[in-house]
């Protein structure tokens, strides 16, 4: 018997595998993770004006962070694969800071959470802007990435406490 605080993804010999969760109830699953990235007033006042040579910076990178959700399973070892019903990507330009917000909140009815979709979302969205806004400057910064909301599941709703303001 496994106790509370053993690894799930490690067998009774050490060995990684994969969780079985053949035997879990569905239920409506739903995560929603963020980010920003940081990149300098001269990029942020051509992707706010929508002047980035490569185009449609946010549209670009919905579409990747959304395709990114779908493909957890190739790119994180032992995460299942799961059904999304549902991928959404926001955008909040942050003029003060030169920086965008990231929001990716992603819904299942599944076994298994969506915290690793969301992430991803916003890692792979993040990346994104990056690569459309290179060639303006190469000192950009992703940070932040965390999970801010899970629910769904045995272990039911999960918010993460409300961040400092920034200064």
Sequence with gaps: MESKD???????????????VSGKPESLREAVASGRIIMGSRAFELLADMRIPKGDVFAAARIAGIMAAKKVDSLIPLC???PLHSVEIEFLPDEKDSAVEITARVKTKGVTGVEMEAMIAVSV??????????????EMTIEEISLDYKSGGKSGTWQRKVREERT
């Design 80 to 82: 299942h694969s799961l």
């Design 125 to 138: 969205a993040a990346l994104t802007i990056y690569d459309m806004c290179k060639a303006v400057t190469k």
């Design 6 to 20: 053993a690894f799930s993804h490690i067998d009774h010999r050490g060995m990684a595998r994969m969780v079985d």
